[in-house]
């Protein structure tokens, strides 16, 4: 169960707990009983990590399972702020998920754009391959160019 933590208002006496021990006070943050204060066992099932408590994460289960309702429905604002709530969270979802498209398309163009790029070296390769290969022949052929100051000449 989600719930927050929330003080208790003076004049109310928190009941005792299976543990013997006195309530905490809790609101529910689920849609079906949102905002609807609640007494359970203000102990914990075991001591949590320093850490954990630190940045505020993890939360121990209770040591019992003592359970009291304070409210006993969900008040007509509160629903409203639970709707509010779900349609800022549809809205803000949709905005990640279209951002998380977009960058997935950039990032296809990009990669397109490599493999294209890296295709035409190689065209290019293949081409100065064969130059050279016609240039070294030609060479070959009449070793005297080289000397005479006379490259040899090749077409394309
Ligand atoms: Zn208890």
Not at 7 to 18: D, S
Not at 134 to 139: G, Q, S, T
Request: glycine share 4%; proline share 7%.
């Amino acid at each position: 169960m989600c719930y927050t933590h929330i003080p208790i208002p003076a004049g109310l006496v928190p009941p005792m707990c299976f543990c013997g021990d006195p309530c905490k006070m809790e609101m529910s943050d689920e849609e079906e009983t949102f905002r609807r204060r609640y007494w359970m066992c203000a102990n914990w099932a075991f001591d949590p990590l320093e850490k954990a408590v630190m940045i505020g994460t993890i939360e121990p289960p209770p040591l019992c399972d003592f359970e009291e309702w304070i409210d006993m429905e969900v008040k007509e604002k509160n629903r409203e702020w639970f709707n509010e709530l779900r349609d800022w969270n549809v809205k803000i979802n949709a905005g990640i998920a279209a951002r998380k498209k977009e960058e997935e398309q950039r990032n296809e163009r990009i990669a397109e754009e490599k493999r294209r790029a890296a295709a035409k070296r190689k065209a290019e390769r293949k081409v100065k391959l064969a130059r050279a290969r016609r240039a070294k022949a030609a060479l070959q052929e009449n070793p005297d160019a080289l000397r005479k100051g006379k490259w040899p000449h090749c077409t394309q």
